[in-house]
């Protein structure tokens, strides 16, 4: 017999699991509509070429964990790492800057892959829920994307978020910087690990993401971003702050701070929670405003901002911290019918409950009466409601409230109307 198992990295959700991945998301896309975002859907898969010009060279992204094929047609083809890269392609491809308002604000959610090495709150197959706001020269619009953040991280079960924030300036203050760090590292670089080497040359930005034990006093006494800052990145620096002091949204300056991606220019930031176990899976979410991606694959010179949330992390950690709160899956009525007759009728009632709007199951499968009531109060219904010939002849059912166990016998109508209530 075949034993199929999920491929490494990847994992099925189910019952409580899915249905809370599902609230999540709900919650999160209820945000975005609520500032404005409209949403946006795009291909699981792209040319490779899109992400290896967008994400970096330098990139771990494009340089180890790309799912990349060549399909039928000869073509260099990759499942998308991130979304924002085919959000761009998106709004490149049909013109959106030309068409629709500046700034465009899109929204997204769906799939993302990675060739990692799986481990807590790794896979190689995950979600992310991100937004884009693209054609932005205020620095306003960094400071709504970052409320819009933890506005959506508060609505969702995350009271105490730690919201990390630096600046990499524009390209003239990370072009000093960046010589800083060579003539930093360069005593050092030859007994530093791989990659390491590899980012001395083409990005030593990125060396200050290293998390090799031995290397991280060296990165650690590095120079600081914030002091090669000019006054023009240092100014925008300083309003966005002002605006989050302005709303009263708590940061964290942290200036080793850079991201995983090359394209990101003034303002990054990343989402992190720490439980009260201690558990900490890494940022829940990152973002940053980056000027040069729509030119990049095509378009104008437009500037942008942008986060995105990954939902695995959201749901174990609120598993954990919000348990109570954990979606389970509910029913408003579970229809009980005992007989053949009785079946026909339930059949129609359960259809009519529906039609409310009410949540409403049945078990067609002929249980007895003691399997049904387990199976009503495995799904939690609220009400459950039997149907025998008696009470089709009299037009009067029993309906139990299965936590307080109250009965009472109504109409059909009645009961439709105490379950709307
Ligand atoms: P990034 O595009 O790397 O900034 O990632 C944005 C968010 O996606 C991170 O903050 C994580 O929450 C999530 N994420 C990134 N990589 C993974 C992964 N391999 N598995 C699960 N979530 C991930």
Known sequence: ??????????????????????????????????????????????????????????????????????????????????????????????????????????????????????????????????????????????????????????????????????????????????????????????????????????????????????????????????????????ARFNEVLSLLDKEKIEYVIDNTLVRGLDYYSHVVFEFHYISDNGTNLGAIGAGGHYDNLVHEVGGPELSSVGFAFGIERLNSLLKEIDLENYARPTLDAYIVYLGEKAKDFAFSFAHDIRKNNLKCDINLEDKSMKASIKIALRKNAKYMIVIGEDEINNNLYQMKNLLTQEQVALSKEDIIAALKK
């Open 1 to 234: 017999m075949p034993n199929y198992q999920p491929q490494r990295g990847t994992y099925d959700a189910y019952y409580e699991d899915a249905l809370n991945i599902e609230k999540i998301e709900d919650s999160l896309k209820s945000v975005a509509l609520n500032y404005g975002y409209t949403p946006i859907h795009t291909p699981i898969y792209e040319s490779t070429d899109l992400f290896t010009r967008s994400a970096g060279e330098s990139s771990d992204i494009v340089t180890k964990e790309m799912f990349d094929f060549t399909d039928k047609g000869g073509r260099n083809i990759s499942l998308r790492p991130e979304v924002t890269a085919g959000v761009m392609r998106a709004i490149v491809s049909n013109k959106l800057y030309a068409t629709h308002d500046l700034p465009l604000k899109q929204f997204y959610l769906g799939p993302a892959f990675r060739y990692e090495r799986p481990s807590a709150g790794r896979y190689r197959q995950f979600n992310q829920f991100g937004v884009e706001t693209v054609g932005v020269t205020s620095s306003y619009e960094d400071a709504e994307t970052i409320i819009l953040g933890v506005d959506a991280l508060h609505k969702i079960g995350f009271k105490k978020v730690i919201l990390k924030i630096n600046s990499i300036g524009d390209q003239a203050s990370r072009d000093n910087y960046r010589t800083a760090l060579k003539e930093y590292f360069k005593p050092y670089i030859d007994e530093m690990c791989p990659d390491c080497k590899r980012r001395y040359e083409v990005n030593p930005l990125r060396i200050l993401d290293c998390k090799v034990p031995e290397d991280i006093e060296k990165v650690s006494n590095a120079p600081k971003m914030g002091d090669y800052l000019n006054e023009e990145s240092k």
